[in-house]
């Protein structure tokens, strides 16, 4: 254990996390997410450990302790040892990292931990499978304590599943926060999307709504940041991609329309994101409770444009962005237009992103981790 910290109910010592999920060198928005509140909690004194989940490379990271391999019953044992020798166990739900049918292998983790566990719930469906459904509700029933994201996470989980609501809490996904403002730009306005590539992200969206922006004075390029994901590489290659490059070839505005692949630091991303006019979500799902992409993108202070998934839905009500429908392409292009030719409006959208942003700090969004995570560590004490 370590130095005390306040904490609810007084100064108490710091647990010892332990966290599973997907992790560095895997490339996914899990473990890009699990290695910021790692860094988080460690940054607050926390002592942290993580079992990350074998991709086939090998993690060197000096706080992976072990490697869940899936479909390995002894590696499964493993994983609850290793959690075990901490005081709070940390558990990523993600239903596509875990093996088994719909990942029900997490639950063999589970039913071998002695110490309390928070789960950490990143998709909620609406209309899950009877399996989906079953192996979600036993996660939940196996946790002390269940984090998610949104409010709107929260309100699905309670009205679509069998869940102790008493145990249920919204905790922000983290941000990192831009060092400076974004100065004034000169040169061609950028709108930017960024995050990893795939179908699904509806690119193709915003590639068509440049043509119709080709009046403007002032021509915008699109910039499009971020790797192919690596599943969707293994599985079709750079197929998308180069759909993308043909479309912005076929409509002629391949001079509007750029892709950046290369790997960037959190603080390399935040600085890219000042670049940009506008930063662009134009994602085909409308299901997804929980976007790190549109957290970041609040954080960084730029007005933001999306299509009505529901995270996006609720935290751009305010008016830190503008929504558009996912099959209304006019509307998409009318609110870049606006943005990119009223700076009094794209202004007003800046400033109430930054109004949010505070909240969403990763040392932050780390206290209120460590502030439950010691409220679990105190309840077993008592009950001992």
Same mark, same amino acid.
Request: hydrophobic letters at 45%; a positive charge; proline letters at 6%.
């Given at each position: 254990?370590?130095?005390?910290?306040?904490?609810?109910?007084?100064?108490?010592?710091?647990?010892?996390?332990?966290?599973?999920?997907?992790?560095?060198?895997?490339?996914?928005?899990?473990?890009?997410?699990?290695?910021?509140?790692?860094?988080?909690?460690?940054?607050?004194?926390?002592?942290?450990?993580?079992?990350? +989940?074998?991709?086939?490379?090998?993690?060197?990271? %000096?706080?992976?302790?072990? &490697?869940? @391999?899936?479909?390995?019953? /002894? #590696? $499964?044992?493993?994983?609850?040892?290793?959690?075990?020798?901490?005081?709070?166990?940390?558990?990523?739900?993600?239903?596509?990292?875990?093996?088994?049918?719909?990942?029900?292998?997490?639950?063999?983790?589970?039913?071998?931990?002695?110490?309390?566990?928070?789960?950490?719930?990143?998709?909620?469906?609406?209309?899950?499978?009877?399996?989906?459904?079953?192996?979600?509700?036993?996660?939940?029933?196996?946790?002390?304590?269940?984090?998610?994201?949104?409010?709107?996470?929260?309100?699905?989980?309670?009205?679509?599943?069998?869940?102790?609501?008493?145990?249920?809490?919204?905790?922000?996904?983290?941000?990192?926060?831009?060092?400076?403002?974004?100065?004034?730009?000169?040169?061609?306005? +950028?709108?930017?999307?960024?995050?990893?590539?795939? %179908?699904?992200?509806?690119? &193709?969206? @915003?590639?068509?709504?440049? /043509? #119709? $922006?080709?009046?403007?004075?002032?021509?915008?390029?699109?910039?499009?940041?971020?790797?192919?994901?690596?599943?969707?590489?293994?599985?079709?290659?750079?197929?998308?991609?180069?759909?993308?490059?043909?479309?912005?070839?076929?409509?002629?505005?391949?001079?509007?329309?750029?892709?950046?692949?290369?790997?960037?630091?959190?603080?390399?991303?935040?600085?890219?994101?000042?670049?940009?006019?506008?930063?662009?979500?134009?994602?085909?799902?409308?299901?997804?409770?929980?976007?790190?992409?549109?957290?970041?993108?609040?954080?960084?202070?730029?007005?933001?444009?999306?299509?009505?998934?529901?995270?996006?839905?609720?935290?751009?009500?305010?008016?830190?962005?503008?929504?558009?429908?996912?099959?209304?392409?006019?509307?998409?292009?009318?609110?870049?237009?606006?943005?990119?030719?009223?700076?009094?409006?794209?202004?007003?959208?800046?400033?109430?992103?930054?109004?949010?942003?505070?909240?969403?700090?990763?040392?932050?969004?780390?206290?209120?981790?460590?502030?439950?995570?010691?409220?679990?560590?105190?309840?077993?004490?008592?009950?001992?």
């Amino acid at each position: 254990m370590l130095a005390p910290v306040g904490l609810r109910g007084g100064f108490r010592p710091l647990p010892r996390i332990g966290i599973l999920s997907t992790y560095a060198p895997t490339v996914c928005g899990l473990a890009t997410f699990s290695a910021a509140l790692a860094d988080g909690l460690s940054a607050r004194g926390a002592d942290v450990n993580v079992v990350r +989940i074998y991709d086939g490379t090998r993690s060197v990271r %000096p706080d992976v302790v072990g &490697e869940l @391999v899936n479909g390995s019953a /002894a #590696s $499964l044992a493993d994983a609850s040892e290793w959690l075990n020798r901490r005081d709070v166990a940390i558990i990523q739900h993600e239903y596509g990292i875990y093996g088994g049918a719909d990942g029900d292998e997490v639950l063999e983790v589970m039913k071998g931990l002695t110490v309390p566990s928070i789960v950490i719930v990143h998709t909620v469906l609406k209309s899950p499978t009877p399996h989906q459904r079953s192996v979600l509700e036993e996660v939940v029933a196996r946790a002390d304590r269940v984090v998610v994201m949104s409010e709107t996470a929260r309100t699905r989980l309670r009205a679509g599943f069998a869940v102790d609501r008493r145990k249920i809490s919204v905790i922000p996904h983290g941000a990192a926060l831009p060092a400076v403002q974004a100065l004034k730009r000169s040169g061609r306005p +950028i709108i930017l999307s960024w995050g990893l590539l795939g %179908p699904g992200k509806g690119i &193709e969206r @915003v590639i068509d709504a440049m /043509a #119709s $922006l080709r009046d403007l004075a002032q021509r915008p390029r699109y910039l499009i940041a971020g790797r192919t994901h690596p599943k969707v590489l293994a599985f079709q290659g750079d197929i998308y991609r180069e759909s993308l490059v043909a479309q912005a070839k076929r409509l002629g505005i391949e001079d509007s329309v750029s892709f950046d692949a290369a790997y960037r630091t959190p603080t390399a991303l935040t600085a890219l994101m000042q670049t940009a006019s506008v930063v662009v979500l134009p994602y085909d799902s409308k299901e997804q409770v929980t976007s790190g992409v549109l957290v970041d993108s609040i954080a960084s202070g730029r007005p933001i444009v999306a299509t009505a998934f529901p995270h996006a839905v609720e935290l751009l009500g305010n008016g830190a962005g503008t929504l558009v429908p996912h099959d209304d392409p006019d509307a998409l292009v009318r609110a870049l237009r606006r943005l990119l030719t009223d700076p009094r409006v794209a202004g007003t959208m800046a400033s109430e992103a930054r109004e949010l942003a505070p909240s969403m700090a990763w040392p932050v969004v780390a206290g209120s981790y460590l502030r439950l995570a010691g409220d679990l560590v105190a309840a077993k004490v008592a009950s001992a």
